[in-house]
Antibody, heavy 123, light 108 residues
Framework: EVQLLESGGGLVQPGGSLRLSCVAS????????MSWVRQAPGKGLEWVSD????????NHADSVKGRFTITRDNSKNTIYLQMNSLRADDTAVYYC????????????????WGQGTLVTVSS | EIVLTQSPGTLSLSPGERGTLSCRAS???????LAWYQQKPGQAPRLLMY???SRATGIPDRFSGSGSGTDFTLTISRLEPEDFAVYYC?????????FGQGTKVEIK
């Protein structure tokens, strides 16, 4: 059974930093790219970042480029999201999601999602 | 980026009724790379459909998807109590992947 478990969320002041983690199990982790997707309170879904299966490639949404960095440690079946220079509009539940296909250039859906971790940016 | 507009915003129906949800794209979605997700309160999204019309693993056949180009539809043939939720469409054919704003299916 595929499981994704996020952690690291919390309350942080504007301008602060936070690192989210997502531990995966139930599939061959180093075969699949992974992503972070966020959802502001009462709002829709917004893709944030992708990491390739090896961790050698990454993409970030324009809204977080230069502030957020996605990485992974395949020895720990874990992806991370380092969030710096946080703003109030970064307040959201952050989900990690598994890609439905194993190729970095595959056009694919998010077939499994974690339960999310809440990040609140407020003074 | 491709903007997805879902309608209606809220759909009020009774169990057993048919639900039809629409997703319109601001430009053509290549090769029907269009997905639908279901989200219940306090839960993560769940993949329902991909490739516009293929059901994900374990999704009952009362869910069906159709469409191409810029117009897509999710149909729930007979609503079950567990189907009342928010539904999002997503295009994954061009970068960045984008989601619609959601349609809430509520009990009438």
């Amino acid at each position: 059974e595929v499981q994704l478990l996020e952690s690291g969320g919390g309350l942080v002041q504007p301008g602060g930093s936070l690192r989210l983690s997502c531990v995966a199990s139930g599939f061959t982790f180093n075969y699949y790219a992974m992503s972070w997707v966020r959802q502001a309170p009462g709002k829709g879904l917004e893709w944030v970042s992708d990491t390739s299966a090896s961790g050698g490639s990454a993409n970030h949404a324009d809204s977080v480029k230069g502030r957020f960095t996605i990485t992974r440690d395949n020895s720990k079946n874990t992806i991370y999201l380092q969030m710096n220079s946080l703003r109030a509009d970064d307040t959201a539940v952050y989900y990690c999601a598994k890609w439905g296909a194993s190729g970095w250039w595959d056009l694919t859906v998010f077939d499994y999602w974690g339960q999310g971790t809440l990040v609140t940016v407020s003074s | 980026e491709i903007v997805l507009t879902q309608s209606p915003g809220t759909l009020s129906l009774s169990p057993g009724e048919r639900g039809t949800l629409s997703c319109r794209a601001s430009q053509s979605v290549s090769s029907s790379y269009l997905a639908w997700y279901q989200q219940k309160p306090g839960q993560a999204p769940r993949l329902l459909m991909y490739g516009a019309s293929s059901r994900a693993t374990g999704i009952p056949d009362r869910f069906s998807g159709s469409g191409s180009g810029t117009d897509f539809t999710l149909t729930i043939s007979r609503l079950e109590p567990e189907d009342f939720a928010v539904y999002y469409c997503q295009q994954y054919g061009s970068s960045p992947r984008t989601f619609g704003q959601g349609t809430k299916v509520e009990i009438k």
